[in-house]
T-cell receptor, first 116, second 112 residues
Framework: GENVEQHPSTLSVQEGDSAVIKCTYS??????FPWYKQELGKRPQLIID?????GEKKDQRIAVTLNKTAKHFSLHITETQPEDSAVYFC???????????????FGAGTQVVVTP | GAVVSQHPSWVICKSGTSVKIECRSL??????MFWYRQFPKQSLMLMAT?????????EQGVEKDKFLINHASLTLSTLTVTSAHPEDSSFYIC????????FGQGTRLTVV
């Protein structure tokens, strides 16, 4: 089955700096990679995702890059703000239309703390 | 976006009793839903896949007789924790899928 590893487990950054979180996956059939932000006691919220036919995707201050050959993908947050403080999870799953679609293997999570 | 609602949001029960958690897709039909468990400061771990009209598929290490899943309609899946023990205390989250996965708000279960 799929195994997703995520690093670092904690990340402290000064407001305005960039944050980078990295994940690797094991299942070469995985081709959908979402990133979720979870605040304490709340549900995970999708912040960005990428499919394997794309190498990079950007949405304002958030970007995700994917290296399918190396089986790793990264989340980049630029100009961090205190409200970016949360736990971030990467995940991997097989594509829409397969039985495995939506069945996520999550990374262990990264606690991001943005200090003013 | 689509809405997935979970009920209750939190529940406290006595050891040995059973607790039912509901997961509803409010504005779309979901033939498949997923149940996850999240212990404090840990990741979401997939417990089982809930299939409408058929038996759930459980992940390795998850006791199917302890965590009963019923998916009787296209908008409702239920997870029943039977004979709950303190070690079952956790955050349980369901998800339903369309072109993306939508998560319920989670249920905080505390067994005392």
């Amino acid at each position: 089955g799929e195994n997703v590893e995520q690093h670092p487990s904690t990340l402290s950054v000064q407001e305005g700096d960039s944050a980078v979180i990295k994940c690797t996956y094991s299942d070469s059939a995985s081709n959908y990679f979402p990133w979720y932000k979870q605040e304490l006691g709340k549900r995970p919220q999708l912040i960005i995702d990428i499919r394997s036919n794309v190498g990079e995707k950007k949405d304002q201050r958030i970007a995700v890059t994917l290296n399918k050959t190396a089986k790793h993908f990264s989340l980049h947050i630029t100009e961090t703000q205190p409200e970016d403080s949360a736990v971030y999870f990467c995940a991997a799953t097989r594509s829409f239309g397969t039985d495995s679609w939506g069945k996520f293997q999550f990374g262990a999570g990264t606690q991001v703390v943005v200090t003013p | 976006g689509a809405v997935v609602s979970q009920h209750p949001s939190w529940v406290i029960c006595k050891s040995g009793t059973s607790v039912k958690i509901e997961c509803r897709s409010l504005d779309f039909q979901a033939t498949t839903m997923f149940w996850y468990r999240q212990f404090p400061k840990q990741s979401l771990m997939l417990m089982a896949t809930s299939n409408e009209g058929s038996k759930a598929t459980y992940e390795q290490g998850v006791e199917k007789d302890k965590f009963l899943i019923n998916h009787a309609s296209l908008t409702l899946s239920t997870l029943t924790v039977t004979s709950a023990h303190p070690e079952d205390s956790s955050f349980y989250i369901c998800s339903a899928k369309r072109t993306e996965a939508f998560f319920g708000q989670g249920t905080r279960l505390t067994v005392v």
